[in-house]
């Protein structure tokens, strides 16, 4: 089946890093992503990794991938109030077509 | 600035009249989406094309009508909407359709419906 699942809230205090977990069930997935969402705005693509990697890092991001337990993780390193939004996990479906099947999104709330 | 444009950002419109939403990508890009966003659900795909031909409609009623003229513009059509399609649309384009070809999303259309 195609399911994508991620806890709802998460918050934490200026300065630290902001864990977001997800976990996915269609093992053929070759791509994973991670979108965020700010409020009143559209998703915007923050980072992708392939399914053949377990981990990717971009600047303050660090995307795990453990394909064994379909568990995808975002770390958000130094975590800025500017960073409190919306994060969606999101796989790519081997389709004929590019299909994602997204999570319910995970709102992150940094207080300073 | 993603390079996906959509107009209008907000619309309200009654069940009986008649609109569109409109979706521009100036990325160069064969592959255009429109995904719904309800309050509390996934994104759900409704329409896929490729190369202004729809490679999939996922099971959307027929009140929701799609035209795509060129591969960087997109339009949906509405009428006869119910309360219940009050959503925040949003159109998205890929390079192609194939698996791994990222997509990036417009700003959306939020639609409500009274």
């Known amino acids: 089946g195609e399911d994508v699942e991620q806890s709802l809230f998460l918050s934490v205090r200026e300065g630290d890093s902001s864990v977001i977990n997800c976990t996915y069930t269609?093992?053929?997935?070759?791509?994973l992503y991670w979108y965020k969402q700010e409020p009143g705005a559209g998703l915007q693509l923050l980072t992708y990794?392939?399914?053949?990697?377990d981990m990717k890092q971009d600047q303050r991001l660090t995307v795990l991938l453990n394909k064994k337990d379909k568990h995808l993780s975002l770390r958000i390193a130094d975590t800025q109030t500017g960073d409190s939004a919306i994060y969606f996990c999101?796989?790519?479906?081997?389709?004929?077509?590019?299909?994602?099947?997204f999570g319910t999104g995970t709102r992150l709330l940094v207080s300073p | 600035e993603t390079g996906v444009t959509q107009t209008p950002r907000h619309l309200v419109m009654g069940m009986t009249n008649k609109k569109s939403l409109k979706c521009e990508q100036h990325?160069?890009?064969?592959?255009m989406y429109w995904y719904k966003q309800s309050a509390k659900k996934p994104l759900e795909l409704m329409f896929v094309?490729?190369?202004?031909?729809?490679?999939e409609n996922n099971s959307v009623p027929s009140r929701f009508s799609p035209e795509c003229p060129n591969s960087s513009h997109l339009f949906l059509h509405l009428h006869t909407l119910q309360p219940e399609d009050s959503a925040l649309y949003l159109c998205?384009?890929?390079?192609?359709?194939?698996?791994?070809?990222?997509?990036?999303f417009g700003e959306g259309s939020w639609l409500t419906v009274v």
């Open positions: 990794i392939f399914s053949n990697m």
């Open positions: 094309y490729s190369l202004e031909e729809r490679v």
């Open positions: 990325l160069g890009h064969n592959a």
């Open positions: 998205a384009s890929s390079p192609q359709t194939g698996s791994g070809n990222t997509i990036y």
């Open positions: 269609d093992s053929s997935s070759t791509y």
């Open positions: 999101a796989e790519s479906i081997r389709r004929s077509f590019q299909k994602l099947v």
